[in-house]
């Protein structure tokens, strides 16, 4: 090891490894410097625990020659025998420094060490990569250098460890801010909040398909069914929309009991309102398939379940409103309280799509005029449309 270049990375780390934009990046610029600096480095591992509720933790592995691979595992893997038998396990658990060389006859006990031998390697340590928060996260090391890693490898490892902790800490405290964001509020919305749109008053005007829903009959599933299969429930009943949602490009803004505000902006970046107002229908499509297959035990009976859902475009006021200092960031204007209105008359209609009339004139379809209804709130009666489909289906 060159002890004078060693120093230089370790000085890169603490200054925050400025040069690196992404974390494949970092990983890969800090990999390249320390094998300049002489560590006879092969593999390089780092594993990230994240707060996710469906995310066990990131890996990110780099190997000389090659592309840093990104990858992440579910909460499953704790349960596997891959992860048993892991390294990494013992790390996780005990938060000790685990080695495994081929020529170890202890080693063994790793399956690693026979697909390391496969590979031509000759030693892996598995470190410990605490983080101030007191959670500890995993790096591991691999060499092809006949004998292994020396001591003095292992103490210029030792000696990164720190460095690279705080500078892995800040990316992954960025990364959870951003997928806590992302989880709550939606990633549009969370990416103005890590903008710095956090004040009161930040608010922008945009076109917007709008996407209002409720579940049919909810006050009486609620009333005769115990609170834990309500929540069952609705987290599968949420789950028939936000796929089809997400899937064409809008974004969930809330959840209000039983019904849910989707927006689908409009902008040069998505396409003109009739593509988007399309997609927004064969969302719509989607959902109302998915809820009409939905079957849930409870008990002795299988739940089956309706739900309706009104489609709207317009202007809205898009950002932080709230009092004091809890906020939230939503939608608001004459749009959304025509879509909120629009959306209680598909129970009445027995409907599961209605659409505006403004919605309607964008997006091209057989639609079959419903009538004109008075809405509270607005001075003129609005015309409604739905499906033909749907009245078909009635039909028969």
């Known amino acids: 090891m060159n002890s004078?270049?060693?120093?230089?990375?370790?000085?890169?780390?603490?200054?925050?490894?400025?040069?690196?934009?992404?974390?494949?990046?970092?990983?890969?610029?800090?990999?390249?410097?320390?094998?300049?600096?002489?560590?006879?480095?092969?593999?390089?591992?780092?594993?990230?625990?994240?707060?996710?509720?469906?995310?066990?933790?990131?890996?990110?592995?780099?190997?000389?020659?090659?592309?840093?691979?990104?990858?992440?595992?579910?909460?499953?893997?704790?349960?596997?025998?891959?992860?048993?038998?892991?390294?990494?396990?013992?790390?996780f658990e005990q938060s000790v420094e685990v080695r495994g060389r081929v020529d170890d006859p202890n080693s063994?006990?790793?399956?690693?060490?026979?697909?390391?031998?496969?590979?031509?390697?000759?030693?892996?340590?598995?470190?410990?990569?605490?983080?101030?928060?007191?959670?500890?996260?995993?790096?591991?090391?691999?060499?092809?250098?006949?004998?292994?890693?020396s001591d003095e490898d292992i103490a210029a490892i030792r000696a990164i460890i720190a460095p690279l902790a705080r500078v892995s800490e800040i990316i992954s405290l960025r990364?959870?801010?951003?997928?806590l964001l992302d989880t709550y509020v939606g990633n549009r919305a969370g990416a103005r909040i890590l903008g710095g749109q956090i004040r009161r008053g930040h608010n922008d005007t945009m076109q917007?398909?709008?996407?209002?829903?409720?579940?049919?009959?909810?006050?009486?599933?609620?009333?005769?069914?115990?609170?834990?299969?309500?929540?069952?429930?609705?987290?599968?009943?949420?789950?028939?929309?936000?796929?089809a949602i997400r899937g064409h490009g809008g974004e969930v803004l809330k959840f209000m009991g039983d019904g849910l505000l989707a927006v689908f902006p409009i902008d040069e970046y998505v396409g003109d309102a009739a593509h988007v107002c399309a997609g927004v229908?064969?969302?719509?499509?989607?959902?109302?398939?998915?809820?009409?297959?939905?079957?849930?035990?409870?008990?002795?009976a299988v739940e089956r379940f309706r739900f309706g859902v009104a489609l709207h475009v317009g202007n809205i006021l898009y950002g932080n409103i709230g009092g004091g200092n809890r906020l939230d960031f939503t939608c608001i204007g004459p749009a959304v309280n025509l879509a909120a209105r629009l959306e209680k008359i598909t129970g009445r209609l027995g409907r599961t799509v209605v659409a505006s009339e403004g919605f309607a004139n964008v997006c091209w379809h057989d639609w079959h005029e419903l009538g004109e209804f008075p809405i509270?709130?607005?001075?003129?009666?609005?015309?409604?449309?739905?499906l033909a489909e749907e009245t078909y289906a009635q039909a028969g």
């Open 4 to 91: 004078s270049e060693l120093q230089r990375v370790l000085n890169w780390l603490i200054d925050g490894a400025w040069s690196a934009q992404e974390p494949a990046e970092m990983i890969a610029d800090f990999c390249e410097r320390l094998v300049a600096a002489g560590l006879p480095l092969w593999r390089f591992g780092i594993f990230i625990r994240t707060l996710h509720p469906e995310i066990f933790g990131r890996n990110f592995i780099w190997r000389q020659g090659e592309d840093v691979e990104i990858g992440s595992v579910d909460f499953d893997v704790l349960d596997t025998p891959e992860f048993a038998q892991s390294p990494l396990r013992i790390v």
């Open 108 to 149: 063994k006990r790793f399956p690693i060490v026979d697909d390391m031998r496969a590979e031509g390697a000759t030693d892996y340590i598995a470190v410990p990569l605490p983080f101030l928060d007191g959670s500890t996260h995993a790096t591991s090391w691999m060499t092809r250098q006949p004998g292994g890693f």
């Open 175 to 179: 990364r959870t801010a951003e997928m």
């Open 208 to 243: 917007a398909a709008i996407w209002l829903s409720d579940l049919r009959g909810f006050t009486a599933l609620s009333d005769r069914l115990p609170a834990e299969a309500v929540v069952t429930i609705l987290n599968h009943y949420f789950d028939c929309q936000v796929t």
């Open 281 to 300: 229908l064969e969302a719509a499509r989607e959902s109302r398939a998915s809820v009409e297959a939905l079957a849930i035990p409870v008990g002795e």
């Open 376 to 386: 509270a709130g607005f001075s003129k009666a609005q015309r409604v449309y739905g």
